[in-house]
């Protein structure tokens, strides 16, 4: 059977029982969404391939403890948010400043669709410019958890208990680890945009 039409359970239990083939077809398989999720987290692409890299390693360890009924790929991203909150940290110990620079880690589409279609489209890239800076700023000042809780809700849409698993936070706290990232970057592109009109609960309910 070909790797590219088997679906990752039947790949899984061929990695399980031992088939270096079938693993590395896994890896082929989820790398890319796992860079892709720990680059917006880290903001540093050799961060992001070193947080992959460690995950793929982790889970080759740990896959005989994998629960086949649970998604493979959401198990992977749960390790893979882990390490990233875990490398961010590490840095931070050792007194490294987070990349503010980096504006291809957070995308700014959404912000940019705001303006008129009328505006001068070289209007419409420096304002997108200018959002993607401040938003790569106010990312940069988030707690590790924020950085990840905020990314994997907004951007990779994972419900809150995924995410809670990944980071190792309750319910509550996960919510608020969503909420203050959220307040954090509503002031930060406030400038840019004028105040928000209204405000919104840790649940994503309006007030």
């Known amino acids: 059977m070909g790797w590219m039409e088997a ?45 992959v890299q460690e995950t793929f390693l982790r889970a080759y360890r740990t896959l005989p403890r994998f ?6 790929g959401t ?3 749960r390790i893979a948010a882990n390490q990233a909150v875990d490398l961010i940290r590490s840095r931070q110990r050792h007194g490294e400043s987070l990349d503010a620079d980096a504006p291809a880690a ?23 410019a200018q959002v993607q800076r401040r938003m790569s700023a106010a990312m940069a000042q ?14 990779e849409g ?16 996960t919510k608020q680890s969503i ?3 959220v307040q954090k970057l509503r002031r930060a592109l406030s400038p840019a945009f004028g105040p928000a009109r209204t405000g919104t609960t840790p649940t994503g309910t309006k007030s």
Do not use: C, K
């Not at 629960?67 to 493979?72: D, V």
């Not at 957070?106 to 997108?128: C, K, N, V």
């Not at 994972?158 to 706290?173: K, W």
């Open 106 to 128: 957070w995308e700014g589409e959404a912000y940019t669709e705001t303006i008129p279609d009328q505006q001068p489209s070289q209007d419409r890239l420096l304002f997108g």
């Open 158 to 173: 994972f419900s809150i208990d995924d995410i809670g698993q990944a980071l190792g936070l309750r319910e509550n706290a």
């Open 179 to 181: 909420f203050r990232a």
């Open 7 to 51: 679906n990752d359970s039947d790949v899984v239990a061929r990695a399980r029982d031992g088939d270096t083939e079938a693993f590395r077809a896994l890896v082929e398989r989820h790398s890319r969404s796992l860079f892709h999720l720990a680059y917006r987290i880290t903001g540093n692409e050799n961060d992001a391939e070193d947080v």
């Open 142 to 155: 988030l707690t590790p958890n924020e950085r990840a809780a905020f990314v994997m809700r907004h951007q």
């Open 75 to 77: 198990w992977l991203y």
């Open 67 to 72: 629960e086949s009924r649970a998604s493979f």
